[in-house]
C-alpha cells in the first residue's frame, strides 16, 4: 500500500508518465480488459419508414456525382460518438438513386454488397458487368473492383449498402481510386455475366479452378435464396434435418471458390422464422446489422425490444445477445463481422437458456 | 568397366542379390526411372453399342444380390494385364438394375459415383436419401456412406459407375461393409434431401458451415451442367471469357463446402465442343476416362484416333496427348485422378502446339 | 447544384439526419475513404533512458498485485487521445518486477509476448512451465493460457510486454480470468519444458502433430537468433542468398506447427543491420513497434528522424515510410499486426526508392 | 440361381466379356474390395550384417556413372514379384560410394532422403550446396532438385535411400533429367547452407516466408534429434507429458515452413524406447520401413517376429500391427508413406490392446 508520506512523489510520478507519454496498466485496465466485451456500440432500430423518406428528400435536395461518390445516409450507432458507424467494423447505410442517375466508377479496398429490400430497375456495373439488382438479391462487391451504378427506370431505386468501412479506417488499410465519371454502359441484362459463369450450383468454369479471395458471383437471386429457405423448413416438416432450430431456417451466402465467407471480412446471411416461431439466445464476438425483409416480430436485443416490419433494420453489438420471436412469420437479412473473428481466432459463440 | 576375369564373380554377386531379397538401382534404372512417364495402360476405346449388350445379357442370366453385390462391367485396360482396371487408377465399369430389381447395401472407402448416359427410373439411396439417376445427371458417392438402389421403374436401366478401386487397392487402404439387403425405402423423389439442402447457387445451410472432404451434394442435375455450357457458349459468342479455349466449353463438379473437387481422388467435369471445333493438344499425369454423351467427333489419344459418338468411353494414360473435334458438336463427360496428383505435388499439365 | 432557394431546406435536412442517427457519405467520405491509408497514430519515439527510471520509480512506489496484476507502463502514441495504444492494434509496455515479487496468475484472449532488452532473473510460469527470461530472448503467451511472473533473483527486472489489447478492445472480444495470486511455483530451470518439447530445429513431438493457433514454443532464446543473423551475414559475405537486402539479415519468430505467425494476430522479428548499412525505404499498410536492442543507427518513419540507441523505442504507422541506417551496427527488435492484413486480405507492401 | 441350362450361355458370356475388354465385378469383388486392406507386400526382415557386405562387394566390381546413377540395393519385398519395391510405394536402398568416388547430378520428381546408420565422408550436393552425411544424419531430398554426391574421405561409405520411386512408377508421374557427370564441387562444409539458414528452431528468414512443398532445410543433425528424444524421455520421468507411450520417445521430421512432413509424400519420424519398453501393438493404412539405429530388441509385425539388432531393415504393410520390445533400449528410425494416405482421406489408425 501506499503511505501517505508517498502520495506527493506518486503524484508527481503520475504527471511524469503523462509527460513521458506513458500510461500505467494497473489504473486501465478495468476499461482495457474486460472480464468480457464490453462494445461501446449499443442496440439500436433504425425504422425503414423514417429512413427512407430522408433518402428521397436527399433524392431532391443532394446532387450525385463525383467527390460525393454516392447518396448514401449511414446509419450512426448512438454509442460511437456521431460517427457514420452502425458498429466498431460495420457500415450501414440506405442509398437511393433516381431515374436515369448514374453513381460515377471507383473503386476502394473495403468490401461492400448491396442488398434489396424493395424496388428495381438499377444496374451495377462491376468491371464492366452490368448486374441487376432487385428485391431480395443479394449482390456482394469485393475491395477493389471497378464498380458504378445505373438506374435504368424511370423511378427511383433504395436499397442497403454494406461494408467494412470502420474496420478499414480503424485499421488504417484504406485505398481509393476514381475512375470514369460515368459508367459507360446502360446495357440493363437481366443476368450479369458473372452469374452466367458461377451461378450454376456445385459447378465452376475450367477456366478459373484456383480460389479467389472474395467471390466471383455478383448476384445471390431472391429466387434461390427463398426456395433454399422453402426447402429447409419443408425438411423440418418431414423429420428430417436441415434447420437451424425449430422454425428457424437459415442459409449463409458463399464465395463458391472456397466454400467460405463471401468476403475476408463480412459474413452474410438470410434467417427466414415460420410462424409462431422464437429463437433460442444466442451470443458472439462480433457485430451484426439485420434488415427485415418480410414479416413482423419481436426482436431482443441484450436488454432492449423492439417490434420489427419491413425495411426496419437494428444493430447486435459484440457479445450482446439476440433472440427473435414472431406471430406469423419473419424473414431477415443479416450481415456481419465473423470473418474477421474467425480468423484471428477470437469468434466465440454461446447459446443460453431460453429465457 | 568390368574386366572379363570379373565376370563370374559379377555373376554370381548377382544371384546373391536375389537370395538376399535386393536388386540392383543400374539394372532397373530405365524402367523405374524414366525421363518422363511410361504408363503401362494404354489409350483404349469401348464402343457403347458392344458393352451395352453385354449388359442385358448379364442382366437376363446374372443374378443380382449379396455377395456379388452389383451387376457391373468394369472396362479393362488391354495394358493392364487383364485386371478390371480402366487406368492404374480408375475403375469404370457400366452398371445394370432390372425394373423392380435391388442392389444391396454396401459401404467402402472407395470413392464412387454414376453418370448416367441414358434411361431413367433408378433412385441411389444414400444413408437413406433416395436420388433419383436421369440422363445427363452426376451423382457423386463418397467413401464409407452406405448406399444401395432400386429400380423404381418397369424398364430397365445400365448407367456408368466410377471409383478408384485400382488406387486403393494398390494402396492397400480399402475397408468394406456389408449393410441390409434391402434398400429400405422405395421412396422415389424427384430431388433428394441433399439437393434440397445443399443445390442452391453460392448457398450454404448455416447448420453446416464446416468443409466436408467429398461434396454433400448428391446429384447434379442436367438441366444446371447444361446450361452452365450454353451459357459458357453465349458468353464466348458476345465477346467475353467464359471458354477453355474457343468453341469450348467445360465445368468441373465441385464440393461446396470448399470449391475443390468433389472427392479426394476423383476429378469430375462436363465439356462440350461446339460444332466445328478442334480442341489443341493437351497432356498431363494422372489418367482419366471420357464418355461420350451427345454427338459425334473425332478423338486422338497419342497416336490413336477413333471416331465416337454416344455412350462410347475411352481412356487416356498419364502423359498421352489429347485431342478432339467435332463437325457437328460433341459432349462428354470426364472423370480423372488428377486430386490425387496435385495433392501430391506431382501434377504436370504440357499444351502442345497444335498438329 | 443546390438553388439558394433549398439552403434551408437542406439544413433541416441535415438537422432531421443527426436526429435520424443518420450521417452523409458525402460529407464523410473524404476522411472515411482516403485515397491512401491515414491512420491517426503518428511516429514516435520512446528513450529506454527516460522510462526506465520511470519504471524504477514504480517499482518502489507502485505495489504488485491482484486487480492491477502487473506494474506496466504503456506507451501511448500522441496521435491517439492519450490512450495507452502505441498503434491503433498494438500495446507495447515497459514491466518491472522487483526482487522475489510475484505477478499474479491470470488469462486473458489478448495475444501477448515479452522481449528482453537486459537482465535476467524472472521466470513466466504458463501453464505451470516455469521459462526464463534472459536478455535477448522472445516469449511469446498465445492468448487465453494461464500465466504469473516470479523474479527468483535479488535484482529487479524490466522487459517489454507486447500485446493486441488496443485491437481486441477495438473489436469487443476481450475475456478475462483471475488465477491464484500466487503463481504457485519458484522453480527456475534453464529450459522449460515447452523448449524441451518443441526447440529443436525441424522436430516435432510426435505426441502433437496438429497445427495449433500459436506457437507452443514459449521461449525463442537469443542465442539461436543471433546465431541465425550471424550466419546470414556470412552467407552474404560468401555471395549466397540470406539477407533481405545488402547487410540486412532478419529473421522471423514462428510457429513449429505451422510455419506461420507465432500469435493469430502479431508478427515478430529480429532484425540485424551490419556496420555501413542503409536499408531501402519500405511502407506497408498495418503498424510496427521496434526496440532497439543493440548497437546506434538513424532512424527513419515518414518525415521523422531519429538517432537511436539500446532500449530505445520507436512507432511506425500504417503506410509511413520507415528507413534504417547506421555506421557500426544496429540490431532491432520488432513486432507488428501484419497477420490481421494478411489473414484479412488488406496488406501492402510498397518499396521506395533510395532516398 | 443360375439354372442348368443357362450355364452354356453364361460360359459363352464370360468368353464374351474377356473379347470386349470387360471383367465382371461379381467375380472379382472379393479380392478388389477386402472387408479390411490386404497388402499383397509381406513383413520381412533384412540384416544389415547381410546387406552391407553385398554393398561392399559392389564397390569393388560395379563401377560408379552415368547411366547407372548410383550404386544402390534396393529391398525387394518377396510380396512383390521380385520388384525392387520394399512396400507397394516405398523404395529402399543401400548405397555405396568409394573414397574420392562421385555420383553424377541428377534430378528427378521422386522425392528422397538419405539417412545414415554409420560412417561419414560424403557430402550430398543439392542445387550446389554441399551437404556432409553422418551417422544419426537425416538428409531429405525432395523431388526436382538437382543433387550428386561425392566422397571426401578415403573410406568408402554406406548409407540408406529412401524414395517414392514405387508409387510414383504407378501412377506415371515421373520425370528424369541428366544434369552434369561430376558435382563440380569438392567443399566439405560442416554445416551445410540450406542448415545456416533454415536450422534455427522456430526462426525462418525473412527471405522465404511462404511455405514451401517440401522442406527447406537440408539436413537434419543427429545432435537435434538424439536431444529431442532424451528431452522426451526425461519430461517423462520428472513426470510431465512428451513421450508417445511410457518409455516411448518419438520426434517427427518436419517442413520449417509448414510443420508438416518433410516431403508430399514420405513421412519420416526417429523413435526411441527406453530400457524394458514395449510398445503397444498400432496398425494404420500405409506401409513403413524401419531402420534399427542403435540397441537390440524384438519387433513383431503381424504374425512374424524378429530379434533386430543395428542397421537391421524391416517393412510393416499396410493394416499389419507393429509392436516393438526392448531390454537394454531401442533407437529406431523410420519412414512411410502417410502423406499419401492424409491427404487422400485414406488414413486410419488403430491401436489393438496388449497381447
Known sequence: MTTDAEVPELDALYREFAQQGLVPLWTEIGDL?????????VPHLWRWSSILPMAEQA???????RGGERRALALAN????????ATPTLWAAIQYLNPAENAPVHRHTQNAFRFIVEGEGVWTVVNGDPVAMRRGDFLPQAGWNWHGHHNASDRPMAWIDGLDIPFQHYAGSTFFEFGPDDVGTRESPSRSRSERLWGHPG?????????????????????HTDRALRDQLALESEGAAGTVEPGHAAVRYTNPTTGGDVMPTIRTEFHRLAPDTTTRPVRETGSSVYQVFEGTGEVSVGTHTWTVTRGDLFVVPSWQALSLSTDRGLDLFRFGDA??????????VEHLEDH
Open 33 to 41: 480488459m474486460p472480464h468480457q466485451p464490453a462494445s461501446p456500440a
Open 59 to 65: 433524392g431532391r435536395l443532394v446532387p450525385m456525382g
Open 78 to 85: 448512438p454509442g460511437l460518438g456521431g460517427r457514420p458507424f
Open 203 to 223: 459447378l465452376r468454369p475450367v477456366t478459373q479452378v484456383t480460389p479467389s479471395p472474395a467471390t466471383p458471383l455478383l448476384a445471390y437471386r431472391w429466387e
Open 339 to 348: 470473418p474477421i473473428f474467425e480468423r484471428l481466432g477470437q469468434h466465440r
